[in-house]
């Protein structure tokens, strides 16, 4: 059973344009929502992250949209970048089994110049 | 060290060995997980152990698959009679406990079955 379901799988945008990706969950002990920038070959890392209790978290060019009742987070990342281009991950922390990590299945972003 | 260490980095097997893979968490850290990321998909939940509880072991896909963690610090993940479907990058990470829960990754070990 997939718990987040991520969208969408790949995604191309133009230097300068908004990216957006969105990731959806169905466990209400979920507590906590990173998201996760990975570049090929290495680890993922923390990009930013949100907790239920905020609607939105903004660092930089990148913000977290958080709408609790539909039970939906999406990543926005405003003027991308060429350097931006890597996968993104949104994740769920379920606090109801002492803070596993669950992913979802990741988007893959090229951003074009 | 100042991050989470993966050993091998790469590791090529024959079909139908064992292979052992290391993480060596950030000290301090409780929470380890490992998941493993086949080519060009998402990462796939094996186990987490978290300080003294019993491990999640829910995510191991079959039984030639275990792992352990010794002292609350440096996990191995063994996978046995190896098959070609388990090649693949094998991602640790570790976190602390509580409300920073940023969990920090290694850089993976590359399993390649042939």
């Known amino acids: 059973q997939q718990q987040v379901k991520q969208s969408p799988q790949s995604l191309i945008v133009q230097k300068g344009g908004i990216s957006i990706i969105n990731c959806a969950y169905e466990n209400t002990a979920f507590d906590y929502f990173p998201w996760y920038q990975q570049f090929p070959g290495k680890g993922p890392a923390l990009l930013i992250a949100?907790?239920?209790?905020?609607s939105e978290k903004k660092e930089g060019r990148f913000t977290i949209s958080f709408n609790k009742s539909a039970k939906q987070f999406s990543l926005h990342i405003m003027d991308s970048q060429p350097g931006d281009s890597a996968t993104y991950f949104c994740a769920a922390r379920d606090g109801g089994s002492q803070g596993n990590l669950i992913f979802g299945k990741g988007t893959k972003l090229s951003v074009k110049p | 060290g100042a991050g989470v260490s993966q050993s091998p980095s790469n590791k090529v097997t024959e079909k139908g060995k064992d292979v052992e893979l290391r993480c060596d968490p950030i000290?301090?850290?409780?929470?380890l997980y490992w998941y493993r990321q086949r080519l060009g998909q998402g990462l796939e939940f094996l186990i987490y152990f978290q300080g003294n509880s019993a491990p999640d072991k829910s995510g191991l896909p079959s039984d030639r698959f275990s792992a352990e963690r010794t002292g609350g610090s440096v996990s191995t993940l063994t996978i046995q009679r190896t098959q070609q479907e388990d090649s693949a990058v094998y991602l640790c990470?570790?976190?602390?406990?509580?409300?920073?829960?940023?969990?920090?990754f290694g850089q993976g070990t590359r399993l390649t079955v042939v």
């Open positions: 000290s301090g850290h409780t929470a």
């Open positions: 949100i907790r239920p209790d905020v």
């Open positions: 990470a570790s976190s602390r406990q509580g409300l920073n829960t940023e969990a920090f």
